[in-house]
Nanobody, 121 residues
Framework: QVSPAESGGGLVQAGESLRLSCLASDRAFRSNAMGWFRQAPGKNREFVAAVTLAGSNTRYAPSVKGRFTISRNNAQHTVSLQMDNLKPEDTAVYFC??????????????WGRGTHVTVSL
């Protein structure tokens, strides 16, 4: 499997926005529901958002619901995460992966390198 490639992270101030992108070039990833996860310093990786294969349904962690929007473009094999009204507690490395939509867990162990998001006050 070829790991997904995440991009779009950066350093922003609280209240600002970022848009993350994930290129899922491997068929094993793009033929499934896809999701975003994040890992803050000293913490375990946690679920952020998921979108079904067709892109018609989404689900979010309570901490980001109403601020983040996940979407996918199957023609371009990409999954995006629009993050608005960012908060310092959103600071983490963000990863994408194929996801078990019900369990909200990553399907594959081939995680990418992630993209760093830092939100300052």
């Amino acid at each position: 499997q070829v790991s997904p490639a995440e991009s779009g992270g950066g350093l922003v101030q609280a209240g600002e926005s970022l848009r993350l992108s994930c290129l899922a070039s491997d068929r094993a990833f793009r033929s499934n529901a896809m999701g975003w996860f994040r890992q803050a310093p000293g913490k375990n990786r946690e679920f952020v958002a998921a979108v079904t294969l067709a892109g018609s349904n989404t689900r979010y962690a309570p901490s980001v619901k109403g601020r983040f929007t996940i979407s996918r473009n199957n023609a371009q094999h990409t999954v995006s995460l629009q993050m608005d009204n960012l908060k310092p507690e959103d600071t983490a490395v963000y990863f994408c992966n194929a996801v078990n939509y019900t369990q909200k867990t990553g399907l594959y162990t081939s995680w990418g390198r992630g993209t760093h998001v830092t939100v300052s006050l």
